[in-house]
Structures are given as structure tokens and as C-alpha cells.
């Protein structure tokens, strides 16, 4: 069994959509974020950095506790040997382009909406500095996505990552930029393909 402690964003859903691919065992645990719940000490001993997602992994002699989403994409991967290819250059793609995702789409996307649309203030500076980064790694994606059908060759963990925050950018109802999108047909293709799997819509579903 594993304890999956979660709130109802992107940077969990990556980890519901897996856990759903991998078949695995698992209870969630909302953290209320609004509220605080990540800095309770409870949870501090998952993850001392305060954020979900989080997981502890019941199933093994000694409970394994993994923070960061592109760590627990990681271990989900190799503890159930699926997603993650196990060498070469078909490894060393994938994670690339999943810290790809971590480092650069989660936040720079967070960015944009906070000062966008989360913020009463006015901060033009911003909005366009992390919008133009936003628009720029769409571009990178589109531009991977025409040579090849996922971001890593074949469906895996990076695709994961980046799904939910597509989702969140093409959604009219969210409050992030669609515009940021624009004419991309390779990422809607992607998008499409991705959101087909049944895996993907039962992740999706989880907590909504
Ligand atoms: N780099 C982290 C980001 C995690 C993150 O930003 N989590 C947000 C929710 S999506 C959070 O827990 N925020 C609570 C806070 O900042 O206090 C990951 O990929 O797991």
C-alpha cells in the first residue's frame, strides 16, 4: 500500500495518473493547502520541504518516504517497472525531459497564472517575463512533438509530468492562459493521444 498525500493540482495529478498506470495500491490523503495542512508536523516528516506531492511506500520492509513529483515518478517507475526505460539513451531522455518539466513548465506556468490572475496587484514586469518563458517552452514542446509522438520517443513518466499543466493551460474554465497555447498541433495531437488513456482519465478524475 502506499500513502499518497495529495491536494486537487496538476503537480498531484501526475502522481494519481501514475499510480492509476501502474495499477498500484494506494490511499490518498488531501493535505488542505489553503489551510496550512503542509506544515504540520505530521506531514513535515514526509516532507520537510512542505509540498505535496508526497508518498510513503508502505510495501517495502522499511517504509520509503519520496517528496518532489519528478522523484516519485522516478521510483513509481522503477518499483514497478513500467514508464521509465531501465538504460541508455532512452533513460537518460526520459528523465530529461521529466526534470525538464519539474524545473522549467511547473514553474513558469505557476508563475504566469499567479501574477496574472491569482495577484490584486498590478505587476506588468512580471506577467510578461514569465508569460514569454511560459509561450517559449510551449514552443519547445511543439517543436519536439513534430519529430517525435511523446516528449521521450515513447508514452512514459515525462509525458505524465506535463499533462496535467497542459490540461490546466487548454482548460477554458481554468484561470491559467489559454492564449499561452496558441496554434499548436502537435501538442493537441499529444494532448489528445495522452487523454485517451484510461489511466490518464482515472488520475484525472481522482479528487474532483
Ligand atoms: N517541485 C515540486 C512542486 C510542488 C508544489 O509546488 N506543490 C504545491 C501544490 S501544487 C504546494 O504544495 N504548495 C504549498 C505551499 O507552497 O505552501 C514538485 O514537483 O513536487
Known amino acids: 500500500m502506499i500513502d499518497f498525500y495529495a491536494a ?3 503537480n498531484a495529478r501526475k502522481i494519481s495518473i501514475m499510480l492509476e498506470e501502474c495499477d ?56 514497478f517497472g513500467r ?44 506577467v510578461e517575463r514569465f508569460s514569454k518563458e511560459a509561450a517559449r517552452l510551449i514552443h519547445v514542446m511543439e517543436t519536439r512533438l513534430g519529430v517525435e509522438p511523446y516528449l521521450a520517443g515513447t508514452y512514459s513518466i515525462a509525458d505524465i509530468a506535463v499533462f496535467p499543466w497542459i490540461r ?13 497555447i496558441g496554434e499548436t498541433p502537435n501538442i493537441r495531437r499529444w494532448f489528445g493521444e495522452v487523454g485517451a488513456r484510461p489511466a490518464v482519465q482515472r488520475g484525472i478524475a481522482f479528487a474532483t
Not at 37 to 64: C, H, Y
Not at 83 to 110: E, H, Y
Not at 170 to 179: K, T
Open 168 to 180: 490546466v493551460a487548454l482548460d477554458p474554465m481554468a484561470r491559467a492562459r489559454p492564449e499561452l
Open 8 to 10: 486537487k493540482t496538476p
Open 83 to 126: 514508464l521509465l526505460p531501465t538504460t541508455g539513451a532512452a533513460r537518460a531522455s526520459c528523465i530529461s525531459w521529466t526534470v525538464w518539466q519539474v524545473a522549467n513548465v511547473g514553474p513558469m506556468f505557476g508563475q504566469a497564472n499567479h501574477f496574472t490572475n491569482v495577484t490584486t496587484e498590478e505587476c506588468p514586469y512580471a
Open 24 to 79: 498500484a495500491r494506494y490511499q490518498a490523503h488531501m493535505i488542505d493547502i489553503g489551510k496550512g495542512e503542509q506544515f504540520s508536523p505530521e506531514f513535515l516528516r514526509v516532507n520537510p520541504n512542505a509540498k505535496i506531492p508526497a508518498i510513503v511506500d508502505q510495501g517495502e520492509p522499511t517504509p520509503v518516504s519520496v517528496f518532489e513529483s519528478a522523484a516519485i515518478l522516478i521510483y513509481l517507475g522503477e518499483k
